[in-house]
């Protein structure tokens, strides 16, 4: 059995870049399964524990009646999902369910408002809500919408660690899924959060009905940045009764775990997050995205407003696979 090369030799053969091609990443995904999974390993190996997975809860600090047309959310005020609008949370509600969080061994609380873009006034309760996280030795992280330059730096000044602002899918295929907010609006929002160095928390939705080239162009977009995301979820669609995109074929497992590999060669540096749509997935494809460089998750039993599988069938799942908790923030250098 040939062991694997020392982690200079796999650094050597990972390396980061920033100047990828369509033909190279199409290739990537062409890749026999057993060959892909071999080079992503060697990746994640080459700055990563491979046994290690971060882990992360999210709660939403203000839910439903966003003004936005994104096709898979069930928060637009425009789809009647059921879904009950609530106010932003009192901070002390928030704090609470942080230390209920940090108890089950997540390390970063992650907060996300279904806002277009927040108001001023917005973004002092949220810093309220930073900083108390952070008051119990938690990595933060929110999602708040569009952001202006002063709230961008007030959100750096109350020491908030990362802030997640999702691509979704490749520019093509975009409007498709969402006509409120362009693609430049959402790379806006990201120069504007690394310019004031929080970092970056960006990924996208696979499922939605895009196309191989469309997967393969938003991992483009994201691994061809100035810096690569430091955490890159990857969802799977979790369709939503009332949402234009319910009824959307459901995406082969294989394609969803090749994405994922994909993504970990492109980005070897980089928290890849197994994120949405894990209750679809049996323990077995959660393994196989383990193997292919997923080493972050959502953890509890909601995703804003959708569910997520149980904390203890996480524990048994790392029990059973030999993962440990972990939560540094990005790869060793």
Known sequence: MTALPASSALEAAAPVRHDWQLDEVRALFA??????????????????????VQVSSLLSIKTGSCSEDCGYCPQSARYDTGLKPEALMPVDAVLKAAERAKAEGASRFCMGAAWRRPKDKDIE????????????GMETCVTLGMLTDEQTARLKEGGLDYYNHNLDTSEEYYSEVITTRTYQDRLDTLARVRDAGINVCCGGI????ESDDDRAKLLIELANMPSHPESVPINMLVQVEGTPLMGTEALDPFVFIRTIAVARIMMPKSRVRLSAGRTEMNDEMQALCFLAGANSIFYGDKLLTTDNPMTNRDKALFERLGVHMGGSNYAHQ
């Open 31 to 52: 890749l026999p399964f057993n060959d892909l999974i071999f080079k992503a390993q060697c990746a994640h190996r080459a700055y990563f524990d491979p046994n290690e």
């Open 125 to 136: 309760r949220v810093v309220e809500m930073v900083q108390g996280v952070k008051a119990l």
């Open 206 to 209: 696979v499922g939605m009905g």
